[in-house]
C-alpha cells in the first residue's frame, strides 16, 4: 500500500483581493465568504465585492492541510436541528475502490466521521425546513452571500435587463431564500454529511452559477492530480464540482475530494455501481445501486445524478438519431433495460431513492440519458419524452421533501434554445435547470468550450440555473489542469453575460469598475478586476513588459498616437468646455430633436 | 535600403482535402474554389463540400510566389466591360510610407502594374451593372462559391430554422446574387485594382462572413509577418482581412499584401492620412485625406472604413460615458470637429469620397465611431444618433451607385443586441450590417475572443452579414499568429452557429457529417471535418497516441467500459430488433400518446 501523503494544491489570494467574511443576523454564528477586489487609490472607488467559491484555499489566514480536510462549520448548525444521528456507517468493501490490488491502492482519507442520517425517517432537507418555515443557517448563508454587500449600493442599482420572466429581487433575504427553496425554485445542495460546505443555492432568481468536472478514468488516475483539480476550479470560479470518476479507487479519491471541498460536490453514482460489477450493465441491480447512493451520502456527496427519467418506452425514439445515446448513464440503463425488458430500477424505485435522499439531504440532479449528442437530434422525441417524466418525477420527488434540479443538454443549435428552456420551464415546475453547455454546432471540437459557452450564456439568460463548463477537451481527450480552467473562465464568462442580460442588479458593478479602469489607464486594475489577472497581465507584458508601461496611456495595440482613449480624454475635457453643448446633448437625449449647433464660418 | 526578399507563408493542403473549382455557365471561364474533404471509404459518404476563402494557398498544384503575387484572373473580366482605362496612378510619396529612413524601408513590391479607373465619371461598381440587369462574373461567382453544390444535395436538404425575417433562399442564382446587390441588401468588395480576387459576398441572404484583422503598429512591424498572418488567417477561414497598420512603411506593406490576397482587403484610410501628418489630428484636411484614398484605391483595397457618421452634435452625447470614445477613427475625427468646431471633412465631402469610391468599386464600410466600449455604453443616445446619420448617408452612397456596409459595435450585453440589430436595419435600409464582436461583458480581458464570439454569434443569427474577430489579445496588446488563428476559428464557431440557426439550407451538413464520424469511431474523419483538425488530432493524441487509437471503439474521456457510444450501438442493434418497437415509436412522433408496452412478467 502506498503511504499516506498529503497533496499540495494551489493556494493564496488573488491579486489585490482579500477574503473578506460577513455575519448573519438570524444566525450570527456563519461567516459568508466574499472577495474583495481593491482598485488603485487615484480612482476613488471603493473595492469591488465579488462572488468567492474558492473556499479557504485563497485566504492567507487559513491554515490548508489536505490531510486534515477543512474545517467542519455546518456540523453544529446540522446537531442544532436535533433531527439527526451519527451512527457506524456502512462497511468499506473492496468493491468500493474496484478491487483494486493493495499495491495500487489510493490511500484512505486520514480522519474518520462517523456519518450522520435522518432520525426516524424525517426529512431532513432545505426544502422540508423551508416548507416548515424554518430560515436555517444554510438559507440566511445564501442570502447574504447573493447580495454580495448590496444593500450598500443601494442607490447605485438601476435594473436594467430582461429576465424572460424571471423572479430576481431587488435584494435578497434569507426569507426570499427560504420561499424560493420551498417552491422547488431553488435547491441548497448540502449532505448533512458535507459540513466543510460553505451553502450556495442553484436558482433562476439567484446569480447563475458553473459546475466543473473532474475524476479520473480508466486510462488515467491520482488522487493528488484530482483534489489539486478541485482547488484550481473553485480557484477560478467554479460553484459545484462533479467527480466522474470512472476507474478504480474512486471510494477513496471522493473522501479526500469531499472532505476538502468548501463547495457541493456532486456525483454519477452509476458509475460506481457499474464498476462494482466489473462494468457488465446487465449485471446493475437495484441492491447494488442502493448500496451505492448509501456509501455515497454517508461520505457527503451533495448532488447525484440520477437517470431515472430514460423509460424504456423511450429508447426506440433513439434509433434513428445521428448520435444516438450518448450520455453514459443514459446509454448504461438504457441497455440494462433493453437487456432485461423492463423498466429500470431507477424508475420502479424511485420512491425508495427519495427515502435515502431526504435521510442525508442529497439534492437530485435528474439525468437526461436522451439528451441529443448532435445539432440533429437536438429537441427531438426521444429528448422531450424523457424531460416529460422528469418533470413527473420532480413532483413525486417534492413530495418527499427532496430538492431536485434537472440537467439538460447537449448539442442544441442556438435557434431551440429557448424552446428547451421553456419546456424545461413547464413540464419540471419551474425546478431549476442545469445544462451542459448547450454546444451550438458540432464541428469545432478542440473548441467546444466556445461552442458551448455561446449555448451556455443563451440558456443562461434564458433561465438556465447551473452551467456545466464544457472544457477544450471535450470529444477527444481528459481535460488537465489547464483545460479545467479554460473551462471554467470561459463558463463564468456565459454566465456573467447571462446575469447582465437578465438585469441581476449587482452584475454591472464589475463591468463598470473594469471599463472605468480601463478608460482610466489604470493598467494593474484592469487586471485585477479580470476573471483571469494573470493571463490578462502577461497578454499585456508581451508587448510591453516594463513596470512603466502599466501606468502609460497607451498600449501595444495602437501606439501613443492612435490610442483612443487617451484622445477620447481630451476630448471629453474640450467638449465639456463648449459652453452649452453638454446641456444639448441632455435635451437631446430626452427625445428632442437633433441638436444643431450655429456653424461658426471659419 | 532591406534587399528585396519574398516571405514565405504557410501553403500546402488541409488533412484529407482537395481544392477543387467549379465553373461558371454565364460566364464559363470563371473557377469557383471550394474544398472537398472526403471521408473514409467505409462511411459510404460522398466528400463534403466546405466554403473555401484560403485561395491557392492551400491548392498544391498552384505554384506560389509571393515576390510575384496571385493571378490576375478579374483582368479580362474587368478590361471586358469596357469602362475603366489604365493610367499613370499617383506617385509614391515618401509620407505614403510614414517618412522611413531608407535603411528602415519596406522594399517596394517588385512587379508594378499601371491602376484602372472608370472612364468618364461613369460607376464600375457591381451595384451599378446589378441596377443596369448585368450579371457580372463576380456575381456568377458568389452564387456558385454560395451554393457549394447544393443541387446535387437537393433531396437531403431540410430547411429549419429562425430567420427574423431574412430572405435565404433554397438556392442562390446569379440573378438572386444580382437583386440582392442592386437592393443595396449584400455587397461584392472587389476593387477593380484587385484582380487578384477571388470575389465573395456580404449580405443577410448569404453565409455570414468573417474579417480578420491585421497590421503593424509604431510598436511592432514586420512585412512578412504581416504577409503570412494574412494567409494563415484565410487559410482558418477569414473571408475578408482588413490591414490596421498605423505605424511606418504602409504603403509598401501593403502593395505586398494586396498581390497576394484572394480576399477582399479592406483599410481605414484615415489611419495613414494620420501618419502623413505626424499624428496631429487637427492638422488633417480633405486634401490630405483624398489624396489617401486615391492611392489606396489604385493599390487595390476593396473597402475603406470611412467615419463619416460622427458629426460635431454627437460629440456631447459621450461626455457622460463610461468609457468615452474607443473607435481610433472615432476619437480622431472628434478630436478634429472640436478644434475646429465645425462638421468632419469626412461629413462635409462625403459626396466626393462616394465619386472615388464608384470610379475604382471602392466598398464603404461605414464606420461606427461612437460604437460603446463598454457594456454600460451600449445602444446609447451617441451610437444610436450615429448609426441614424449613417442610415442617410447609406443612402446617399446608393445614390451615387456606391456600395455600402455598416460598422457595429463594441461592448453591447445580450439583451440589447436584438434591438441594435432591428435598428440598423430600420435605419439603413438593409445595408450589411458589420460588427465587432459585440462583448458581452467587460469582465474578461485575455478571453475576449469568447466575450465576443458569444455575442457575435447572436447578431449573426439575428442579421449581421459579417463578423469582425476579436483575438484573446484584444485590450491588451497586439495579435500574433497563434491570436489569429484562435480569433479566425472562434468567428467560423461563431459564423457558422448563426448560418445553423437562421436555417441556412447547406450549414448543417457538415455538422452531420462530423456527427456521424464520431458516432462511428471514425477519428480521423472527425478530426478532418473539424474547423480546426491540426487542434482536434492533437488533443486526442495527447492521452491515446497509437494509431491504434483512432480505430478505437472509445477515448480517454470515459475508457472502453463506459463509452456511450459503444453502448449505444450495441443498443440500437437490440432496439430495432425488438419487434414492433419502433413502429410504435414513429407513432409517438406522429403525436400519438406515450407507448406503453405491455409489461412481461420477469
New interface residues.
Given amino acids: 500500500m502506498t503511504t499516506t501523503t498529503s497533496p499540495t494544491v494551489t493556494t493564496g489570494p488573488m491579486p489585490a483581493s482579500a477574503k473578506v467574511y460577513r455575519s448573519g443576523v438570524i444566525h450570527p454564528q456563519i461567516r459568508v465568504p466574499m472577495r474583495e477586489i481593491s482598485v488603485h487609490p487615484s480612482a476613488g472607488e471603493p473595492a469591488v465585492t465579488v462572488y468567492d467559491p474558492s473556499g479557504p484555499y485563497a485566504d492567507p489566514t487559513a491554515g490548508i492541510a489536505i490531510g486534515r480536510g477543512l474545517p467542519r462549520l455546518r456540523e453544529t448548525w446540522i446537531a442544532a436541528l436535533g433531527d439527526t444521528e451519527a451512527y457506524d456507517g456502512r462497511d468499506l468493501q473492496p468493491a468500493d475502490n474496484g478491487f483494486v490490488s493493495a499495491d495500487r491502492l489510493t490511500p484512505k482519507f486520514p480522519l474518520s466521521h462517523r456519518p450522520r442520517r435522518a432520525i426516524g425517517g424525517k426529512a431532513v432537507t432545505q426544502i422540508a425546513y423551508a416548507r416548515a418555515g424554518i430560515v436555517t443557517p444554510e438559507m440566511e448563508f445564501v442570502a447574504i452571500r447573493e447580495n454580495l454587500g448590496r444593500e450598500m449600493l443601494k442607490d447605485k442599482l438601476a435594473r436594467d ?2 429576465s424572460f420572466g424571471a423572479a430576481i429581487p431587488d435584494f435578497v433575504t434569507a426569507e426570499f431564500v427560504r420561499d424560493e427553496v420551498a417552491r422547488g425554485r431553488a435547491i441548497i445542495p448540502a449532505n448533512i454529511n458535507h459540513p466543510e460546505l460553505e451553502p450556495m443555492a442553484i436558482g433562476r432568481n439567484f446569480l447563475v452559477k458553473i459546475n466543473a468536472n473532474i475524476g479520473n ?4 488516475s491520482s488522487m493528488a492530480e484530482e483534489v489539486e483539480k478541485m482547488v484550481w476550479a473553485i480557484r477560478w470560479g467554479a460553484d459545484t464540482v462533479m467527480d466522474l470518476s ?2 478504480r479507487n474512486i471510494h477513496n479519491i471522493r473522501d479526500w475530494i469531499i472532505r476538502n471541498a468548501p463547495v457541493p460536490i456532486g456525483t454519477v453514482p452509476l ?1 460506481q455501481a ?1 464498476e462494482k460489477v466489473g ?1 457488465v ?1 446487465e449485471d446493475l441491480s437495484w441492491e447494488i445501486f442502493r448500496d451505492t447512493l448509501i456509501e455515497q451520502a454517508e461520505q457527503g456527496v451533495d448532488y447525484f445524478t440520477i437517470h431515472a427519467g430514460l423509460r ?2 423511450h ?5 434513428d438519431r ?7 448513464g ?3 440503463m ?2 440494462w433495460c ?6 429500470s430500477f431507477l424508475h420502479e424505485h424511485f420512491e425508495d431513492i427519495c427515502q435515502i435522499m431526504r435521510a442525508y439531504d442529497v439534492s437530485f440532479s435528474l439525468g437526461d440519458g436522451l439528451r441529443p ?4 437530434d437536438a429537441n427531438d ?1 426521444a429528448q422531450f ?1 424523457e424531460l416529460e417524466t422528469l418533470g413527473e418525477l420532480t413532483r413525486i420527488a417534492w413530495q418527499h421533501d427532496c430538492q431536485v434540479m434537472i440537467e439538460g443538454p447537449g ?1 442544441v ?3 431551440k434554445i429557448r424552446e428547451n428552456m421553456d419546456k424545461q420551464l413547464e413540464v419540471c415546475g419551474e425546478a431549476p435547470f442545469y445544462t451542459l453547455g448547450p454546444l ?8 467546444d ?3 458551448s ?2 449555448g451556455a ?2 440558456i443562461g ?1 434564458f433561465g438556465t440555473a447551473m452551467l456545466c463548463y464544457v472544457t ?7 481535460p ?1 489542469r489547464d483545460d479545467v480552467k479554460t473551462g471554467v ?2 463558463y ?3 454566465a ?3 446575469d ?4 441581476h442588479p449587482a452584475a ?1 458593478l ?3 469598475a ?3 479602469a ?2 482610466e489607464f489604470r493598467w494593474e486594475d ?2 485585477n ?4 489577472p494573470d ?2 497581465r502577461s ?2 507584458d ?3 513588459p516594463k513596470e512603466a508601461h502599466k501606468l502609460a496611456h497607451f ?11 487617451k ?6 475635457d ?3 468646455a ?1 459652453a452649452g ?2 446641456e ?2 441632455g435635451k ?2 430626452d427625445g428632442g430633436d ?4 450655429v ?2 464660418e ?1
Same sequence: chains 1, 2.
Fill in positions: 435587463g430582461e478514468s480508466a486510462v488515467t470512472t476507474g458509475y457499474l462494468g450493465a424504456l418506452r429508447i426506440p425514439l433513439t434509433v445521428v448520435t444516438g445515446i450518448v450520455s453514459r443514459g446509454s448504461i438504457a441497455k433493453l437487456h432485461h425488458h423492463r423498466e449528442g448532435s445539432v440533429a422525441a419524452a448539442h443549435p442556438m435557434h451550438t454546432t458540432d464541428i469545432a471540437p478542440g473548441y468550450h466556445i461552442t459557452g455561446i450564456a443563451m439568460w477544450p477537451k471535450e470529444h477527444l481527450g481528459l488537465d473562465i470561459t463564468k464568462i456565459a456573467h453575460a447571462a447582465l442580460a437578465k438585469g454591472k464589475r463591468d463598470d473594469l471599463s472605468r480601463r478608460f484592469q487586471f478586476l479580470s476573471l483571469d493571463t490578462a497578454f499585456h508581451q508587448t510591453l498600449c501595444s495595440m495602437c501606439g501613443p498616437k492612435f490610442c483612443s482613449m484622445i477620447s480624454h481630451d476630448i471629453r474640450a467638449a465639456r463648449e453643448m453638454a444639448m446633448a437631446y437625449r437633433l441638436y444643431m449647433p456653424q461658426e471659419p
